[in-house]
């Protein structure tokens, strides 16, 4: 399975972007999804995840509040709506899907990369 994310770009302190996370086949419309990202030289962590039938969201505290995730399973595509976006966003997201435990995914996607100049 082969998930790809893309949308990202540059952007200024303070703008919006919006990513989105798709894939071949029946994966995101039968799974929980997640979205993570990592700057260079730190570890990858917790954005965001949203549950299969879209009822559920969790957020990082650190974009709580500035992120949105949503899900179209029609559209087999997950989005991540990033406003009030802030120097310390930028590192590249990468989306997961298939959730089999705490924060643990089957399958990842080639990441997109977000910059956000001060």
């Known amino acids: 399975v082969q998930l790809q994310a893309f949308g990202g770009g540059l952007v200024q302190a303070g703008g919006s972007l919006r990513l989105s996370c798709t894939a071949a086949?029946?994966?995101?419309?039968?799974?929980?999804m997640g979205w993570f990202r990592q700057a260079p030289g730190k570890e990858r962590e917790f954005v965001s995840h949203i549950s299969l039938s879209g009822s559920t969201t969790y957020y990082s505290d650190s974009v709580k509040g500035r992120f949105t995730i949503s899900r179209d399973n029609a559209k087999k595509r997950v989005y991540l709506q990033m406003n009030s976006l802030k120097p310390e966003d930028t590192a590249v997201y990468f989306c997961a899907a298939d959730l089999m435990g705490p924060l643990q995914y089957r399958y990842w996607g080639q990441g997109t990369q977000v910059t956000v100049s001060s």
């Open positions: 086949g029946r994966t995101i419309s039968t799974s929980a």
